[in-house]
């Protein structure tokens, strides 16, 4: 089941079904954003009484290049749902800062999927989740999306080196990370069809 929270200038919000992409061979793949827009794919790597949570983004442009990318190192938080919040409010506001616009910011978190979608269920985040929605209300134009793991496996693995690894430095870096080129440059090669007909204007929600 899929659903849109769409964000609206004259409307108010909506929840929709988005049509079923369609990839080649019936893979599924990472989807390049639309003309003009930016992907930013995110994850965290959450275990249960270590000392350290990951955390990554990766951001892409229409081709499928990587623009930059980010790794950072938490102190570990209570739990998943704390983690994948806390990631996401770190990639809008780092975007931010680079002044960027025009951002699909894309999970495969159900946990913050349910979190932005039902606010109310979750009174301990309800600050956090706010100010999320605030610092996304900065861009001009944003959606937030969730997808399949499959969709979202480079940034998965960069967040997964922290607490698997033990790769603790946190940094920026143009382009991607090397250890990584041979699949990132199979997803920009790939031909996806469907999903983005135009440029989003939402916070979209897809388990």
């Given at each position: ?54 955390a990554a983004w990766l951001l892409r442009d229409e081709n499928g290049r990587v ?61 956090l989740i706010l100010l999320i929605l605030q610092r996304l209300n900065g861009f ?68």
């Amino acid at each position: 089941m899929e659903a849109e929270i769409w964000r609206e200038t004259q409307a108010p919000s909506k929840i929709l079904d988005p049509p079923e992409s369609t990839v080649s061979h019936g893979n599924v793949v990472w989807i390049h954003p639309p003309p003009s827009w930016l992907k930013c794919n995110l994850a965290s790597s959450w275990l249960e009484n270590a000392v350290l949570s990951g955390a990554a983004w990766l951001l892409r442009d229409e081709n499928g290049r990587v623009v930059m990318h980010s790794r950072r190192a938490f102190p570990c938080f209570s739990s998943s749902l704390e983690a994948e919040l806390n990631t996401l409010l770190w990639s809008v506001e780092s975007l931010a800062s680079h002044h960027l616009d025009k951002i699909i910011f894309e999970s495969s978190s159900l946990d913050l999927r349910r979190a932005l979608l039902q606010p109310h269920h979750y009174p301990q985040h309800q600050v956090l989740i706010l100010l999320i929605l605030q610092r996304l209300n900065g861009f001009q134009s944003w959606s937030v999306d969730f997808v399949k793991t499959l969709r979202n496996m480079p940034v998965l693995s960069i967040a997964t080196s922290v607490t698997s690894d033990n790769r603790h430095q946190s940094y920026v870096a143009s382009g991607g990370p090397l250890w990584l080129h041979n699949l990132l440059q199979k997803e920009a090669l790939t031909k996806t069809l469907g999903f983005y007909s135009s440029a989003p204007v939402a916070v979209r929600a897809a388990s």
